[in-house]
C-alpha cells in the first residue's frame, strides 16, 4: 500500500571506487490534453508488454478527519465496473486478455495499473478511461467494498502481530497533519460514510486536472497518443479546486514514549523521527544512513545487534518518503529473554556510533555501490517505470529526475551522513514505542 522510494536506471555510466556500471537514460515523451490529463509515453519493444498505469494526487491527507479512509476505499471501488463494464467484470476482462491490475494507495497519492499484451493496449486504455469518466458508485458496490475494506482492515491491521505499529507511529508523531491517520482509515468512518459523500469525494479528485497516465512498454507513440486522444480527450475537467493541505506539523521538542499492549509473543521497539520531505538533500543523506544501518546482513544494526549481540531476532531502519516531512523508523522484535530498554539502548548506541564516528573509506564505497545498484535495479519492469516517471512529474514537476536522481546520492558526502545523524536522530524529535504482550499488562 505505500509507496517508498521509486527510482530507475539512468543515462551514463558512473564510476564508484572500482566498479563501473553501465546505465541507460529511459527516453520518453509528455503532452497535456486540453482537459488537463497529463500524459508520459515510454517506448521499449524489447518485450510485448505495455503497462498502462494512471495516477491520482489523493490519498489518505486530502479527507476529511472525520470521514478517512476514502482514498483507500476507492482504490477498491474503482473494480467495481462502470456504465459501460458490467459489476464485477473489470478483473475479468483483464483476466481474459492475458492482463494484471493492481492498485495502490498512500498519504500522497492512488495508483492504477494494468500490465497487457501490447496489442491490448486500447483495451487498457478503454478501461481507464472508463472508470475515470463512468465510474459505477451506487448502494450495491459501495456496501460491497465496505465489507472488503473492512475485512481487509481486520486482517491486515487490527488481527495481525503488531499490525497497528505505522497506525499507531504517525497517530502519536503526528499531532495536527493530516498524516496523522493512515492509508487504511477507519471502519467507523467508511461505515458512516453515505453514497452522496463517495460521489462526492470522486468527482472532486478523480478528474483529468488531477491525474497522470503514465504509459510504457511496447507502443507506437504516435498510434498510442492518437488512442489516448480518443478515449480521454472527451472526459471533462472538474468543476471543483483541488484541495492541497497547507498544515504545517509543529517542531518536535521532547521525546514522546507510549506503551501499547498488542496479541504478541514478543516484545518490540520502535523509534520514528521526523524527517525532511523526499527530494530534499538531507532526504538523500539520511536515505544512505539507513541502507549503512539496516541494508543487507553486513548492516551495521544486523551485525552489531542481532548477530553479536543477539538482542534482536530482527532490527531495520526505514525511512518512509512523503510529499511533506516524513518519519525515518527504526524497529526492532526482541529476542527472547532480552529486555526491551536493552535493545533500544543498543539501537542508540548504532546511532551513536553514526553520530560521532567517521565512516572509512572503504565503508563508504561500499555504501555507494550498494546505493546505486539498488537505485538501478529497482525499476526493472514496464509498470516500474511507469510508476517512477509519474512519481517523479506528480511531486516534483519532473519525469526526468529518474535520469538524474542518482546524482542526488552519489553527491551525499560522509559528512553528509554524520551531520544528518546528529541533526535528525535526536531524542527530542523522536516517538518511542514499545509494543508488549498483553499478558504482561
Not at 156 to 171: H, M
Not at 217 to 224: M, R, S, T, V, Y
Not at 291 to 308: A, F, M, P, Q, Y
Amino acid at each position: 500500500m505505500f509507496s517508498i522510494k521509486k527510482s530507475i536506471a539512468l543515462a551514463a555510466v558512473f564510476m564508484i571506487g572500482s566498479i563501473a556500471i553501465a546505465q541507460n537514460k529511459i527516453e520518453f515523451s509528455e503532452f497535456d490534453l486540453p482537459n488537463g490529463l497529463h500524459v508520459i509515453l515510454h517506448q521499449d519493444n524489447s518485450t510485448p508488454i505495455v503497462a498502462v498505469t494512471i495516477s491520482y494526487h489523493v490519498g489518505s491527507k486530502n479527507e476529511n478527519p472525520n470521514r478517512t479512509g476514502f482514498a483507500h476505499f476507492f482504490e477498491h471501488l474503482m473494480f467495481e465496473g462502470s456504465d459501460n463494464i458490467p459489476r464485477g467484470q473489470f478483473d475479468k476482462i483483464a483476466m481474459n486478455a492475458g492482463a494484471q491490475i493492481n492498485a495502490n494507495t498512500s498519504w500522497d497519492r492512488t495508483f492504477y495499473y494494468i500490465l497487457l499484451p501490447s496489442n491490448q493496449l486500447e483495451l487498457g486504455l478503454w478501461m481507464e478511461s472508463e472508470r475515470l469518466l463512468h465510474l459505477r458508485i451506487d448502494s450495491t458496490g459501495v456496501e460491497t467494498q465496505r465489507r472488503v475494506v473492512k475485512e481487509e482492515r481486520k486482517q491486515s491491521y487490527d488481527n495481525r502481530p503488531y499490525g497497528s505499529l505505522i497506525e499507531k507511529t504517525f497517530s502519536t508523531a503526528y499531532k495536527v497533519h493530516p498524516y496523522r491517520w493512515t492509508p487504511i482509515g477507519s471502519a467507523q468512518y467508511i461505515d458512516e460514510a453515505t453514497l452522496e459523500e463517495f460521489i462526492e469525494f470522486h468527482s472532486h479528485y478523480y478528474v483529468p486536472e488531477n491525474a497522470i497516465l503514465s504509459i510504457a512498454g511496447d507502443i507506437d507513440p504516435i498510434q498510442a497518443k492518437a488512442l489516448i486522444t480518443k478515449y480521454f480527450a472527451d472526459i471533462p475537467r472538474g468543476t471543483k479546486e483541488i484541495i492541497r493541505p497547507n498544515i504545517v506539523e509543529p517542531k518536535q521538542v521532547a521525546e514522546v514514549r507510549d506503551t501499547v499492549y498488542d496479541n504478541i509473543q514478543l516484545p518490540a521497539v520502535v523509534q520514528a523521527y521526523h524527517m525532511p520531505a523526499m527530494g530534499t538533500p538531507d532526504y538523500y543523506a539520511l536515505s544512505m544512513l539507513t541502507t549503512l544501518l539496516s541494508d543487507g546482513e553486513s548492516s551495521r544494526l544486523n551485525k552489531s545487534i542481532v548477530d553479536k549481540q543477539e538482542k534482536a531476532l530482527f532490527v531495520g531502519s526505514f525511512p518512509i518518503p512523503l510529499e511533506e516531512p516524513g518519519l525515518f523508523l527504526v524497529f526492532g522484535i526482541v529476542n527472547m529473554g532480552i529486555d526491551p530498554a536493552d535493545l533500544e539502548n543498543a539501537v542508540d548506541a548504532e546511532i551513536k556510533l553514526a553520530q560521532t564516528e567517521e565512516l572509512s573509506d572503504r565503508e563508504f564505497e561500499k555504501l555507494r555501490n550498494k546505493v546505486e545498484n539498488d537505485f538501478v535495479s529497482r525499476n526493472s519492469t514496464m509498470a516500474g517505470i511507469a510508476e517512477s516517471l509519474s512519481d517523479y512529474k506528480m511531486y516534483f514537476g519532473d519525469a526526468n529526475l529518474m535520469n538524474t536522481e542518482i546524482q542526488k546520492y552519489l553527491n551525499v558526502t560522509k559528512a553528509d551522513i554524520k551531520r544528518v545523524a546528529n541533526q535528525y536522530l535526536t531524542k527530542d524529535n523522536r516517538v518511542v514505542l514499545y509494543y508488549l504482550p498483553k499478558k504482561s499488562q
